[in-house]
């Protein structure tokens, strides 16, 4: 325990450079997810009329939505130094991956009763 110990401080800290390429990478990834989900949803609540089982689809669509919007929030958490928000959102991070999944589940099991 006591050599392990040693090694873990005779380690030099080494800084990773990100690519030069990743913040925008990742701004437009992240800006076209949205936009793609904000689209399915309003898609699909405007067909959930026609199709009782779309509105859970459209749901799905919203929190994912949710998700993306959280990525904005705890950006502009990082920028303000403000790490009880930052852990707060973080906190509850996949709450909306859950939650999407869960509304699809339903809409998949309401188009197989209407069947």
């Keep these: 325990m006591f050599i392990a110990s040693s090694l873990l401080l005779l380690q030099t800290e080494q800084t990773f450079q990100p690519p ?3 913040t925008p990478v990742f701004l437009l990834l992240l800006g ?4 793609a989900w904000l689209v399915a949803a309003i898609l699909g609540f405007t067909r959930s ?3 009782a089982g779309m509105k859970w689809f459209s749901l799905a669509a919203v929190c994912m939505l949710l998700y993306h919007l959280q990525f904005l929030l705890i950006a502009v ?3 303000q130094d403000n790490s009880d928000l930052v852990l707060s959102v973080g906190a509850f991070f996949n709450l909306m991956i859950v939650l999407a999944a869960v509304c699809a589940i339903i809409g998949f099991v309401r188009f197989t009763d209407m069947e």
């Design 32 to 35: 076209a997810g949205a936009i």
């Design 49 to 51: 009329r026609t199709y």
């Design 20 to 22: 030069g390429y990743f």
């Design 77 to 79: 958490a990082v920028a």
